[in-house]
């Protein structure tokens, strides 16, 4: 571990690493801790993955054992390649590399099968051929028992035979399904003789054509960590329920491990919507640009919107590993990533409501080049150069004719000073016919470049500014939170009517600074008085450059939600 993981690993709240601790010091544990994240590639991974990856990556980091990468591929209709290299992409953006080769519970398709013989040979499955409709009444409900299927009493040579004629293809899909006979009475409703094989006529991402029957997740997810030697099966809440059912499948088949699973608590975000169904339909419905819009919560779509690693990570370790659900405010994700990018991100002018100044003093064609800091407290991020010409724009926002004195920006006859320059005074203004103002004559004061005025006053406000004619034209996008309410669909019949409609705004022709234009493509900068902003991974280029809003200076949302 680096000294900064054996930091964020003492002060964090995880009690799988506390139990897992006690058992190696107490000799319940010998050998390497292996854990794996076994995600289902059915869509991108979101903001409650990164938990996952963390814990589950973190956990052999700190044992110093080994963490592996597994894709639980047993839904075909649903899968597909791009989630695969997607997921691969964001482990790795994440600062994580599993250990050997990428694994697929499809890599185990013939043990699988192999191990579902042996349960019917045992006695202790069959092959069931209820209609859907039917197994749902016979299943009960949690008030009522299940009844035994008129199937469940066949020999275990009958259900061999039809098992054969399963993956022969000889069924249609919901004509047949492998179960376990387990007991349809229990009150655990997955301990009611559960499916293990569907028919499914789907040609696999992995295997091609070569099976049309395909083991559950239940079934292949516990006994795929059997094979690979995984100790310790991290899992969310929602799967203690399904604990006894994987204990029953270990106890009846003959695999080579006994992983331990341990359940912590999900991480439910406020404002924030992760379940994969929701996601695709926000897709579907064209309320988003796809997975990696900078509105989504997935990993690339916080990615793209300028989220760091490192922020995330930390924001993982300080929530903790816990044993119950709850919710966690997105201002704690904010924060982490406003922290990160305060200290990290270098500072840079945009203007994205231009109005245009004329220091009538300064002269026509002159261009004076000004030094300023590439951050106010780090020296080793390089300096800007930033030209001053006789037109320069500021925002719209930052001039009055007239304010009262809680006003701290630009009023006609007052002074200001130009963040990093001079100190100047307005003096007129130049209006449209529309009575619009659309030029404001200054005075700059040349004595002023880092010091006061020669009368000793100093200006109440600083504001940002850009050259007119040296600046580059760029594409700012403001993004907002996706949902105007901390739990989107709970005071309303469909979570979309509480999409924020503010979640976006583009603002065309912005004024930046020149020395930004070239920047690369996922290149961080706090926009001074602005908010921090990232280069579009795709669409920025030195000729046209976009930005996205990652995160704005301050919580603008503090006053609305108390």
């Known amino acids: 571990m680096s000294e900064h993981d054996t930091q964020l690993t ?15 010091a107490h000799g319940e544990h010998t050998g390497d801790v292996v854990t794996r994240f076994p995600p289902e590639p059915n869509g991108f991974l979101h903001i409650g993955h990164a938990q996952s990856i963390c814990v589950n990556f973190g956990l ?53 099968y192999e191990y579902a013989l042996h349960l019917i040979e045992n006695g202790d499955a069959y092959v069931d051929e209820l209609s859907s409709e039917q197994a749902r009444a016979y299943r009960g409900d949690w008030n009522t028992p299940g009844t035994n299927s008129p199937y469940r009493s066949r020999t275990p040579a009958e259900n061999l035979e039809r098992f054969e004629m399963m993956r022969a293809g000889q069924f249609g899909e919901g004509q047949a399904a492998l179960r ?66 994987y204990d029953w499948f270990i106890d009846h088949l003959p695999v080579p491990a006994r992983p331990v699973q341990y359940e912590f608590g999900r991480l439910n975000i406020s404002f924030t919507v992760t379940s994969k169904r929701r996601l695709r339909r926000l897709i579907d419905e064209g309320f988003v640009n796809g997975w ?82 590439g951050h106010p407290d780090r020296d080793d991020l390089p300096p800007r150069q930033l030209p001053l010409t006789r037109e320069i724009v500021i925002e719209h926002a930052d001039f009055r004719e007239s304010a009262n004195k809680k006003y701290k920006r630009l009023v006609l006859g007052k002074k200001v000073r130009l963040r990093n320059a001079y100190v100047i005074q307005a003096d007129d203004v130049v209006k449209n016919d529309a009575g619009e103002i659309i030029e404001v004559h200054c005075r700059y004061d040349p004595d002023t470049l880092g010091e006061l005025p020669a009368d000793g006053v100093k200006p109440k406000g600083v504001i940002h500014w850009v050259s007119a004619s040296h600046s580059a034209r760029a594409t700012v996008r403001e993004y907002d939170r996706l949902f105007a309410t901390d739990k989107p669909g709970r005071d309303t019949e469909d979570f979309v009517e509480d999409l924020n409609p503010n979640a976006l705004t583009i603002h065309h022709n912005c004024h930046i600074e020149p020395g930004l234009a070239p920047a690369v493509p996922e290149t961080r900068v706090q926009f001074e008085r602005i908010g921090y902003f990232v280069a579009d991974r795709y669409d920025h280029t030195p000729e046209a450059p976009v930005f996205n809003q990652t995160v704005a200076l301050r919580d603008s949302w503090a006053g609305k939600t108390a």
């Open 180 to 245: 376990a006979k387990i007991d349809m009475a229990a009150g655990n409703m997955n301990l009611r003789d559960p499916i293990i094989y569907r028919v499914r006529h789907a040609t696999h991402h992995q295997t091609g054509d070569r099976w049309c029957i395909y083991p559950s997740y239940d079934f292949a997810h516990g006994q795929s960590d059997a094979i690979e030697g995984v100790t310790h099966s991290i899992c969310t809440l929602e799967f203690a329920d399904h604990r006894p059912l």
């Open 60 to 112: 052999a980091d700190y044992f110093d054992g080994f963490c592996r990468l597994r894709f639980d591929d047993t839904n075909p209709e649903k899968e597909e390649q791009r989630y695969i290299d997607q997921i691969q992409e964001d482990v790795h953006w994440l600062g994580f590399e599993w250990e050997g080769s990428i694994r697929f519970s499809s890599d185990y398709f013939e043990t699988l």
């Open 10 to 24: 003492a002060t964090g709240n995880n009690f799988i690493r506390d139990i897992i601790a006690a058992q190696i």
């Open 292 to 373: 990696d819009d900078p509105r989504m919560p997935t990993l690339s779509g916080i990615r793209r919107r300028g989220y760091t690693p490192a922020a995330i990570r930390d924001f993982c370790e300080a929530v903790g590993v816990t044993r119950t659900d709850g919710m966690v405010d997105v201002a704690q994700l904010e924060h982490a990533v406003r922290d990160d990018l305060n200290k990290n991100a270098p500072r840079a002018m945009c203007v994205m409501d231009p109005l245009k100044i004329v220091l009538t003093n300064f002269a026509a064609g002159e261009v004076e080049t000004i030094t300023a800091r």
